[in-house]
């Protein structure tokens, strides 16, 4: 039988990490490193032509695998990434066409997020960006640059899942109120990381800080917008280091510009890289931090992530499901294709 062929998209690392599935008697190409000089990102054209001959696609961030990237490719078994967010592939087609697909959903993930939300929180209530400016430009602080206490805030988490409790449990020894909206979690599960379940318009109405760790889905698609922005404190700070889409853009860039509330952080947009005329990036730098959906990475996260990744790559090529697998309806018809070419 012909060896599998998997296309890495757009791998980060050296290249000699694909060696395990080498070895193991699989194809690698390599597509567009993202450090390559003159990368041009992969048009849905140039992914329809590169994934047709692929058995499985090792996706990155960048690339939206649609319905009519897959449709055409017939040896197509698994599209997975090296991360947690699987936004970007259209996992109902995939499911139809009975195409696995996985993620790699590794603690250095979830700790990673909480850790930079942690330090995102302080460098608001602190006012680092306005205080290092200050000194930057040859002045020195005076009292009307003092920042805040995190002590004895509300910090409301939208979101109790794998990232949000360990936002929680690194807040424990802050003396913080915490709050948390998350309608499918059992209120125990809150009760053991020292939060208190309330509903969202609760969550905004008391929150000095309130936090997005949601997955997105048709029900967190725009979930804070402008009424939401207006119901929150004057003095009150939004992180979203979730997705993009989770916020209206332009309403965050008003409330912050016209101080609905006193700051903003944010590590993921609607469409990156940020586009350069993003009403985002027009705003007072001092109170709106933006950073290129990154703020959670390292380079042993990063590692961890592809070893999970491949891990699972070499089960497929087995004839086993992936562990982390997103679409279980697909096994099926995934068992009827594959066997069809042993």
């Known amino acids: 039988m012909k060896p599998l062929t998997v296309l890495a998209t757009a791998p980060s690392g050296p290249l000699e990490e694909f060696e395990p599935l080498r070895a193991a008697g699989l194809d690698v190409v390599i597509g567009r490193p993202l450090g390559m000089k003159d990368r041009r990102p992969w048009s849905e054209a140039d992914l329809i032509e590169a994934v047709r001959a692929a058995d499985i696609v090792l996706a990155s961030s960048f690339e939206r695998i649609s319905r009519a990237v897959m449709t055409p490719a017939e040896r197509l078994q698994l599209v997975i990434v090296p991360f947690i967010g699987v936004d970007k592939i259209e996992v109902p087609a995939a499911t139809d066409l009975g195409v696995l697909v996985a993620n790699s959903p590794t603690p250095e993930n979830f700790v990673g997020v909480a850790e930079a939300t942690v330090m995102l929180i302080l460098m608001l209530q602190k006012r680092v960006k306005h205080n290092e400016a200050k000194v930057r430009a040859g002045g020195w602080g005076g009292r009307e640059d003092r920042g805040e206490f995190l002590f004895d805030k509300t910090v409301g988490l939208v979101g109790l899942g794998r990232v949000g409790s360990r936002v929680a449990r690194r807040l424990a020894g802050w003396d913080a109120r915490l709050l948390a909206c998350d309608p499918y979690i059992d209120p125990s599960k809150a009760t053991d990381v020292g939060a208190t379940l309330v509903d969202l318009p ?141």
């Open 202 to 342: 609760t969550l905004l109405a008391e929150a000095d800080v309130v936090s997005l760790h949601v997955s997105l889905t048709d029900e967190t698609r725009g979930m804070i917008g402008e009424k939401q922005l207006r119901a929150m404190k004057p003095t009150a700070v939004l992180l979203n280091t979730a997705r993009g889409e989770v916020v209206d853009e332009a309403a965050v860039a008003r409330a912050v510009d016209e101080k609905w509330i006193a700051g903003a952080a944010l590590d993921a947009f609607v469409r990156e890289p940020l586009e350069a005329d993003s009403p985002l990036r027009r705003v007072d730098p001092e109170r709106m931090i933006l950073t290129p959906h990154n703020i959670a990475h390292s380079e042993a996260g990063r590692r961890a992530n592809l070893k999970l990744a491949l891990d699972q790559i070499l089960a497929v090529a087995r004839g086993e499901p992936p562990a982390h697998l997103i679409n279980p309806d697909a096994v099926p018809r995934w068992r009827t294709r594959t066997a069809t070419r042993r």
